[in-house]
């Protein structure tokens, strides 16, 4: 059964979609079975793989409120992929009125997790009803985090949401790691906001940190991840790292 990985940070622009693209690519160049899950109507997972959301006729929209197997959702392109529309954006109004609505994503993915290794989720910036969604579904959380002080402070709500969620509807998911993105190794800022996230979260904080480059920025607009868009650059290295620093721990929950 396939293990369900969510990346969430209610900030936006902390490179979420970027992790969550390319390490569900340095797990197929693993050996692994993956799907990744748009689950942000922004779409850009969707949008980074070369689809227009705008012209998607079946999405993830359809999957949580109209009961749509998600086989319909799925697209074979780097990786498999469960893909957004803007659609989306009505979902947490039509979820609000559901029973069961936390866990509609949950039943949805029930139906493939023998299909997959690894299943990694996208989520909105927000706490709303679509992470919560992601939260309940998932065994593991990765938090990415921009390196800079003011996206540090989101950590606590995020954490308040989380322990919500253990004690009412999940109580197996938890932070497996907060993985510092944007980093710029010049600034004394971005080396101080490494200090305070690993003296506030110790062991939890990856090793592995992602640094600021154009090539994110590039590897979208050809519709591609970065593994793909330059395979043998500093960013792709740096998810492969990432990739077996997920895979480690895993293997190490397991044994212990």
Request: aromatic share 6%; glycine share 6%.
């Amino acid at each position: 059964m396939a293990r369900v990985l969510a990346f969430a940070n209610q900030k936006g622009g902390v490179a979420k979609t970027t992790s969550t693209i390319n390490l569900a690519v340095a797990f197929k160049e693993q050996g692994l079975r993956v799907l990744a899950v748009d689950l942000d109507p922004q779409g850009n997972l969707t949008m980074s793989q070369g689809f227009n959301p705008d012209e998607i006729t079946r999405s993830m929209f359809d999957v949580l409120i109209h009961r749509l197997p998600i086989e319909h959702v799925i697209h074979e392109v780097e990786v498999d992929l469960a893909v957004s529309s803007i659609d989306l954006a009505g979902a947490e109004l039509a979820l609000s009125a559901t029973i069961g609505r936390e866990r509609a994503l949950e039943k949805a993915l029930g139906a493939v997790k023998d299909r997959y290794d690894w299943i990694l989720i996208d989520t909105p910036p927000s706490l709303g009803l679509l992470t919560i969604n992601a939260l309940v579904a998932a065994d593991d959380v990765i938090v990415p985090v921009q390196c800079e002080y003011l996206s540090l402070r989101g950590l606590v709500q995020l954490e308040n949401t989380l322990q919500m969620v253990r004690e009412n509807l999940n109580p197996h998911v938890h932070i497996v790691g907060i993985l510092p993105t944007m980093f710029d190794g010049r600034t004394l800022h971005a080396k101080e906001a490494i200090e305070i996230l690993e003296e506030n979260f110790g062991d939890l904080v990856f090793d592995t940190k992602i640094r600021k480059t154009i090539r994110f920025a590039e590897a979208p607009v050809k519709g591609s991840s970065v593994m793909k868009y330059d395979p043998s650059g500093k960013a792709a290295h740096a998810y492969r790292d990432l990739a077996k620093e997920v895979l480690n721990g895993a293997k190490a929950r397991e044994h212990a």
